[in-house]
Nanobody, 125 residues
Framework: QVQLLESGGGSVQAGGSLRLSCQTS????????MGWFRQAPGKEREGVAS???????RYVDTVKGRFTISKDNAKTTLYLQMNSLKPEDTAMYYC???????????????????WGQGTQVTVSS
């Protein structure tokens, strides 16, 4: 059974940091592209960061230099370190497993087969 469980969300002030985790099971974690997405109220879901099988990473421009995606294959866990948080980062954050080992730069949602339930991040000014 495929499972993705996010944790680490919360409420922080602007400039603060959070580390999201996504514990997974039931699929070949180390072989697939993994991604973090977010969705703010009234907005479409957007891809934030992805990490391919080989460890190569991509980020949406709005988080470059502030967020870092990483993974621990032994623990089958995906992480998102978020620093210098801004109010516009407020959203529900989801982790997802892609259908391939490589990551599409544009991070289309249809390219990801399995999703977690999400963890809320709220950044106050």
């Amino acid at each position: 059974q495929v499972q993705l469980l996010e944790s680490g969300g919360g409420s922080v002030q602007a400039g603060g940091s959070l580390r999201l985790s996504c514990q997974t099971s039931g699929f070949p974690f180390s072989s697939l592209c993994m991604g973090w997405f977010r969705q703010a109220p009234g907005k479409e879901r957007e891809g934030v960061a992805s990490i391919a099988r080989d460890g190569s990473t991509r980020y949406v421009d709005t988080v470059k230099g502030r967020f870092t995606i990483s993974k621990d294959n032994a623990k089958t866990t995906l992480y998102l370190q978020m620093n210098s948080l801004k109010p516009e980062d407020t959203a529900m954050y989801y982790c997802a497993a892609a259908r391939s080992s490589w990551c599409v730069a544009s991070m289309p949602s249809y390219g990801y087969a399995d999703w977690g339930q999400g963890t809320q991040v709220t950044v106050s000014s």
